[in-house]
Protein backbone atom coordinates (compact mmCIF):
# COMPACT_ATOMS: atom_id res chain seq x y z
CA UNK A 1 0.00 0.00 0.00
CA UNK A 2 1.53 3.24 -1.32
CA UNK A 3 1.49 5.79 1.71
CA UNK A 4 2.03 9.09 -0.44
CA UNK A 5 1.42 8.63 -4.02
CA UNK A 6 2.14 11.02 -7.09
CA UNK A 7 1.07 11.65 -10.96
CA UNK A 8 2.63 11.55 -13.15
CA UNK A 9 5.76 10.52 -11.91
CA UNK A 10 7.38 11.91 -15.64
CA UNK A 11 5.68 15.09 -16.93
CA UNK A 12 7.25 16.94 -20.28
CA UNK A 13 5.57 19.82 -21.46
CA UNK A 14 6.42 22.48 -23.54
CA UNK A 15 6.72 26.73 -21.74
CA UNK A 16 3.21 28.00 -21.76
CA UNK A 17 1.24 25.18 -21.80
CA UNK A 18 -1.18 24.52 -18.42
CA UNK A 19 -0.54 21.09 -16.19
CA UNK A 20 -1.77 19.46 -13.09
CA UNK A 21 0.08 16.58 -10.51
CA UNK A 22 -2.15 15.01 -8.39
CA UNK A 23 -1.21 13.61 -4.89
CA UNK A 24 -2.98 11.17 -2.86
CA UNK A 25 -2.29 10.10 1.22
CA UNK A 26 -3.83 6.94 2.46
CA UNK A 27 -2.63 7.77 6.20
CA UNK A 28 -5.41 9.56 7.42
CA UNK A 29 -3.50 12.46 8.14
CA UNK A 30 -4.84 16.26 8.41
CA UNK A 31 -1.89 17.93 6.56
CA UNK A 32 -0.49 18.08 3.29
CA UNK A 33 2.63 19.79 1.77
CA UNK A 34 4.13 20.69 -1.97
CA UNK A 35 8.24 21.06 -2.16
CA UNK A 36 10.07 21.91 -5.03
CA UNK A 37 13.30 20.01 -5.48
CA UNK A 38 15.39 21.81 -8.09
CA UNK A 39 18.79 20.33 -9.87
CA UNK A 40 20.83 20.95 -7.31
CA UNK A 41 18.66 18.61 -4.90
CA UNK A 42 17.52 21.96 -3.11
CA UNK A 43 14.01 21.63 -1.56
CA UNK A 44 11.93 24.23 -0.43
CA UNK A 45 8.25 24.29 0.81
CA UNK A 46 5.80 25.73 -1.64
CA UNK A 47 2.48 25.29 0.15
CA UNK A 48 0.87 23.10 3.30
CA UNK A 49 -2.88 22.39 3.77
CA UNK A 50 -4.61 21.30 7.12
CA UNK A 51 -8.15 19.53 6.30
CA UNK A 52 -8.02 21.70 2.80
CA UNK A 53 -7.21 24.76 4.07
CA UNK A 54 -4.60 26.45 2.87
CA UNK A 55 -1.92 27.39 6.03
CA UNK A 56 1.78 28.15 4.69
CA UNK A 57 2.34 29.91 1.12
CA UNK A 58 6.14 30.49 0.05
CA UNK A 59 6.23 32.97 -2.49
CA UNK A 60 5.20 30.78 -5.37
CA UNK A 61 4.19 32.70 -8.47
CA UNK A 62 0.62 32.85 -8.75
CA UNK A 63 0.92 30.54 -11.83
CA UNK A 64 1.03 27.58 -8.88
CA UNK A 65 -2.39 27.00 -7.28
CA UNK A 66 -2.96 24.28 -5.26
CA UNK A 67 -6.32 22.53 -4.59
CA UNK A 68 -7.65 20.40 -1.59
CA UNK A 69 -10.65 18.74 -2.73
CA UNK A 70 -10.70 17.00 0.24
CA UNK A 71 -7.83 16.34 3.00
CA UNK A 72 -6.65 13.15 1.53
CA UNK A 73 -5.65 14.89 -1.92
CA UNK A 74 -3.68 18.02 -2.41
CA UNK A 75 -3.16 18.82 -6.34
CA UNK A 76 -0.88 21.08 -7.64
CA UNK A 77 -1.94 23.10 -10.91
CA UNK A 78 1.03 25.22 -13.16
CA UNK A 79 -0.23 28.01 -15.62
CA UNK A 80 1.88 29.28 -18.55
CA UNK A 81 4.70 27.13 -17.53
CA UNK A 82 8.21 28.48 -17.72
CA UNK A 83 11.70 27.07 -18.16
CA UNK A 84 12.00 27.25 -14.59
CA UNK A 85 9.56 25.27 -13.17
CA UNK A 86 11.44 22.61 -14.24
CA UNK A 87 12.15 20.48 -11.05
CA UNK A 88 10.90 17.37 -9.02
CA UNK A 89 7.91 18.27 -7.61
CA UNK A 90 7.36 15.96 -4.19
CA UNK A 91 4.03 16.14 -2.11
CA UNK A 92 3.86 15.37 1.70
CA UNK A 93 1.76 14.47 4.67
CA UNK A 94 1.71 14.48 8.41
CA UNK A 95 -0.90 13.79 11.12
CA UNK A 96 -1.18 17.82 11.53
CA UNK A 97 0.76 21.21 11.07
CA UNK A 98 1.94 21.71 14.84
CA UNK A 99 3.76 18.81 16.51
CA UNK A 100 6.60 17.19 15.42
CA UNK A 101 4.67 14.28 13.20
CA UNK A 102 7.07 12.63 10.52
CA UNK A 103 6.47 13.93 6.98
CA UNK A 104 5.98 10.87 4.96
CA UNK A 105 6.87 11.78 1.31
CA UNK A 106 5.60 11.09 -2.06
CA UNK A 107 7.79 9.19 -4.90
CA UNK A 108 8.09 12.79 -7.06
CA UNK A 109 6.79 14.31 -10.15
CA UNK A 110 9.57 15.21 -12.05
CA UNK A 111 8.93 17.76 -14.93
CA UNK A 112 10.74 18.91 -17.66
CA UNK A 113 9.63 22.19 -19.88
CA UNK A 114 10.74 22.27 -23.22
CA UNK B 1 19.08 33.47 3.06
CA UNK B 2 20.14 30.11 3.73
CA UNK B 3 18.93 29.37 7.05
CA UNK B 4 20.01 25.73 7.44
CA UNK B 5 23.96 25.26 6.21
CA UNK B 6 24.90 22.09 5.51
CA UNK B 7 28.67 20.50 4.37
CA UNK B 8 30.25 18.34 2.96
CA UNK B 9 27.91 18.85 -0.22
CA UNK B 10 29.44 15.23 -1.04
CA UNK B 11 31.11 12.28 0.42
CA UNK B 12 32.61 9.08 -0.20
CA UNK B 13 33.50 6.42 2.78
CA UNK B 14 34.83 3.07 2.92
CA UNK B 15 32.87 0.41 3.92
CA UNK B 16 32.79 -0.10 7.40
CA UNK B 17 33.96 3.48 7.89
CA UNK B 18 32.40 6.77 10.10
CA UNK B 19 30.45 9.12 8.00
CA UNK B 20 30.12 12.48 9.15
CA UNK B 21 27.61 15.34 7.73
CA UNK B 22 27.22 18.39 9.69
CA UNK B 23 24.49 21.56 9.78
CA UNK B 24 24.59 24.78 11.08
CA UNK B 25 21.66 26.60 11.59
CA UNK B 26 20.64 30.64 11.95
CA UNK B 27 17.04 30.59 13.38
CA UNK B 28 17.40 30.14 17.15
CA UNK B 29 13.47 29.64 16.72
CA UNK B 30 13.96 26.24 15.61
CA UNK B 31 13.13 23.68 18.04
CA UNK B 32 13.30 20.41 16.02
CA UNK B 33 15.67 19.10 13.80
CA UNK B 34 15.06 15.85 11.52
CA UNK B 35 17.28 14.28 9.07
CA UNK B 36 16.02 13.16 5.90
CA UNK B 37 17.49 9.89 3.55
CA UNK B 38 16.77 10.21 -0.40
CA UNK B 39 17.46 7.50 -2.87
CA UNK B 40 18.23 8.29 -6.64
CA UNK B 41 14.33 8.60 -8.07
CA UNK B 42 12.40 8.44 -4.70
CA UNK B 43 11.12 10.70 -1.92
CA UNK B 44 13.00 12.05 1.25
CA UNK B 45 12.09 9.53 4.13
CA UNK B 46 12.84 10.76 7.80
CA UNK B 47 15.78 8.95 9.45
CA UNK B 48 16.24 10.34 12.66
CA UNK B 49 15.07 13.80 14.52
CA UNK B 50 16.00 15.54 17.71
CA UNK B 51 15.20 17.99 19.99
CA UNK B 52 17.04 20.81 21.46
CA UNK B 53 16.24 19.52 25.14
CA UNK B 54 18.81 16.50 24.50
CA UNK B 55 22.93 16.74 23.17
CA UNK B 56 22.85 13.07 21.42
CA UNK B 57 20.18 10.85 19.96
CA UNK B 58 20.94 7.06 18.59
CA UNK B 59 19.19 4.64 16.43
CA UNK B 60 20.66 1.77 15.20
CA UNK B 61 24.16 3.16 13.30
CA UNK B 62 22.31 6.46 13.52
CA UNK B 63 23.41 9.20 15.75
CA UNK B 64 23.12 13.02 15.88
CA UNK B 65 24.76 15.09 18.25
CA UNK B 66 23.64 18.46 18.97
CA UNK B 67 25.12 21.67 20.08
CA UNK B 68 22.73 24.06 21.19
CA UNK B 69 25.32 27.21 21.68
CA UNK B 70 26.85 26.66 18.77
CA UNK B 71 23.98 26.34 16.54
CA UNK B 72 25.33 23.16 15.34
CA UNK B 73 24.13 19.60 14.64
CA UNK B 74 25.81 16.38 12.69
CA UNK B 75 24.46 12.96 11.89
CA UNK B 76 26.97 10.44 12.76
CA UNK B 77 27.29 6.53 10.55
CA UNK B 78 28.68 4.17 12.55
CA UNK B 79 29.91 0.93 10.45
CA UNK B 80 28.94 2.73 6.69
CA UNK B 81 27.50 0.27 4.18
CA UNK B 82 27.01 0.56 0.30
CA UNK B 83 23.31 0.11 0.92
CA UNK B 84 23.68 3.65 3.01
CA UNK B 85 24.65 5.27 -0.37
CA UNK B 86 22.03 8.61 -0.57
CA UNK B 87 21.49 12.05 -0.61
CA UNK B 88 21.26 12.94 3.10
CA UNK B 89 18.82 16.48 4.28
CA UNK B 90 19.40 17.80 7.90
CA UNK B 91 16.32 20.39 8.15
CA UNK B 92 15.04 22.69 10.64
CA UNK B 93 11.50 23.58 12.15
CA UNK B 94 9.96 25.11 14.23
CA UNK B 95 7.11 23.08 16.85
CA UNK B 96 3.94 24.48 18.30
CA UNK B 97 3.28 26.83 15.26
CA UNK B 98 2.31 26.16 11.52
CA UNK B 99 5.30 23.46 9.93
CA UNK B 100 7.84 24.80 7.70
CA UNK B 101 10.76 22.19 7.35
CA UNK B 102 13.75 23.82 6.36
CA UNK B 103 16.10 21.63 4.59
CA UNK B 104 19.62 22.38 4.23
CA UNK B 105 21.06 21.63 0.82
CA UNK B 106 21.84 17.98 1.03
CA UNK B 107 25.42 15.39 1.27
CA UNK B 108 25.60 12.68 -1.31
CA UNK B 109 27.11 10.50 0.26
CA UNK B 110 28.96 7.43 -1.71
CA UNK B 111 30.28 4.07 0.33
CA UNK B 112 32.25 1.96 -1.16
CA UNK B 113 32.29 -1.15 -0.81
Known amino acids: DTAVSQTPKYLVTQMGNDKSIKCEQN?????MYWYKQDSKKFLKIMFSYNNKELIINETVPNRFSPKSPDKAHLNLHINSLELGDSAVYFCASSQDYTSGNEQFFGPGTRLTVL | QQQVKQSPQSLIVQKGGISIINCAYENTAFDYFPWYQQFPGKGPALLIA?????SEKKEGRFTISFNKSAKQFSLHIMDSQPGDSATYFC????????????FGSGTQLTVLP
Open chain 1, 27 to 31: LGHDT
Open chain 2, 91 to 102: AADRLGSARQLT
Open chain 2, 50 to 54: IRPDV
